[in-house]
């Protein structure tokens, strides 16, 4: 008798739960929704990032930007289209006293694998070297979802100038506002996937606090 209430009650309990066919068929749905609802919020969101893109390639730069991009070469210039925004990356040039102009050509010699989006002087002059929409050859795996700005240093301490600075905040708050970005997708170099944590820029790394102040400048700047 107690042996037939066992065997009912688990006969109940194996209804509520269903056949084992109907859990497989609800399985099979759970799973094709979970899917179908990915490939759309992902596909959207790509979709998304490839329009905004895009329209990097239309947006145009403030005028204390001068436009002097690099011959199109395959390496320091590949040519290839961002594939995301995540970031701003600020580098230093490495080299005292070296002017935006003179590493802006240094960029441009055929001998050479790297670049930046933008290279920031010491008189506080700044040099567009890639278009907005395509990649530069700066941050490492940040490259593909990331623009760069180097800034020329005075000297071997590696802090930037007072003009050299203060153009640099402009410059990453403006595009920070054009890009959809806040000061925290600003990075450093050293902050980057695959830079091994590269001392650069140099004095920013060595001094947190410092780096924290810029970017506080540039918050209140966007
Ligand atoms: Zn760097």
Redesign the pocket.
């Known amino acids: 008798m107690r042996h037939d209430r066992y065997r009912q009650q688990n006969r109940q309990a194996a209804s509520r739960r269903g056949s084992p066919r109907r859990r497989r068929r609800r399985t099979a749905g759970i799973m094709l929704f979970v899917l179908v609802a990915s490939v759309l919020i992902f596909g959207g969101m790509k979709v998304l990032t490839l329009i905004k893109v895009h329209n990097l390639a239309s947006l145009e730069v403030p005028s204390y930007v001068t436009q002097e991009y690099l011959t199109e070469d395959g390496h320091h210039r590949t040519g290839k289209s961002l594939t995301g925004i995540k970031n701003i990356?600020?580098?230093?040039t490495?080299n005292p006293g070296s002017t935006a102009q003179e590493n802006r050509d240094y960029f441009n010699q055929s001998t050479t694998y790297v670049s930046s989006h933008f290279i920031v002087g010491l008189q506080g002059e700044i040099i567009q070297c890639i278009p907005l929409n395509e990649q530069s050859s700066?941050?490492n795996r940040a490259n593909p979802y990331s623009i760069?700005i180097?800034v020329c240093i005075p000297d071997s301490t590696g802090e930037f100038n007072i003009p050299a600075y203060n153009s640099a905040v402009k410059l990453t708050a403006w595009l920070c506002r054009n890009l959809g970005l806040s000061a925290d997708d600003v990075i450093?170099?050293?902050d980057c996937d695959g830079?091994n944590h590269?001392d650069?820029?140099k004095y920013y790394v060595e001094h947190p606090q410092a780096w924290a102040q810029f970017k506080e400048y540039v918050r209140e700047r966007i």
């Open positions: 990356v600020i580098h230093y490495a700066a941050s760069s180097e450093r170099h050293y830079a590269k650069c820029p």
